[in-house]
Each structure stands twice: as structure tokens, then as C-alpha cells.
């Protein structure tokens, strides 16, 4: 997989978006919450995504697969490089990235009250 097919993947899902934050990070989002990242300074692009904990202890086995800076305490893993493991497991876990993280995001958001939108139409 290269950037622009991993970049296509993760803009693919229901309202994610991407936004550069820290010069150099390309940031999948949906909502406020980031659920992928790829460096865009570095060579080769190094990736990082939120996993579930039985694949993290898995995947952190793997040569090329480190608990990711800042947030490998959360279950977060940094992939050296998008080959180091095949395209369709590495599309696999994004989805699962997106997934949980696209759940957290909705849980977060409050409801619109019916009450609230009444008096908005009267307004």
C-alpha cells in the first residue's frame, strides 16, 4: 500500500476527514477524534492507528510494529512503514481503528433535545 491508497482508505469511511497538525502529521478524523496518522516528513511514511488490546499485544510482536510515542499506553501502534504488514490486514485494522474511535466520538456527542428545537423554530 502506498500513501495515496492508505489516505484514499481512511477518507473512505463515514465523515472522516484529514487534517496536517504538528507540522508534518497527516490526521484521519471523525469528529474531533483522530483515528489514524501518517508522517509525511519522514521516509518511509510511518503509521500510526488505534487498536483493540488483543491486537496490540499481537502486532507490538511484529518486527517493524512499536507501541506509538505519546499514546502506545492507549493501545495505539507505529507501523515503521506501510509494507510491513499486507495491504488487506493493514486496511483491516484501520477499519477496526475507525470503528472504535468513530463510537467513542458519537458516545461524546450530545443529543439535540426536541424542547430546544422548538424554540428555535418560534424564534
Known sequence: ????????LCLSFPHATEKLQWEEELCFKVGAKIFAMIALGAVPQAVVFKCNPESFAELTEREGITPAPYVGRYKWVRLE???????FE?????RQSYEMVA????VGRKPVRKQSMKRRRRA
Open 1 to 8: 500500500m502506498d500513501i495515496d491508497s492508505f489516505r484514499e
Open 81 to 87: 512503514r506501510l509494507d510491513v504488514i499486507p495491504a
Open 90 to 94: 493493514l486496511q483491516h485494522l484501520v
Open 103 to 106: 463510537t467513542k466520538a458519537a
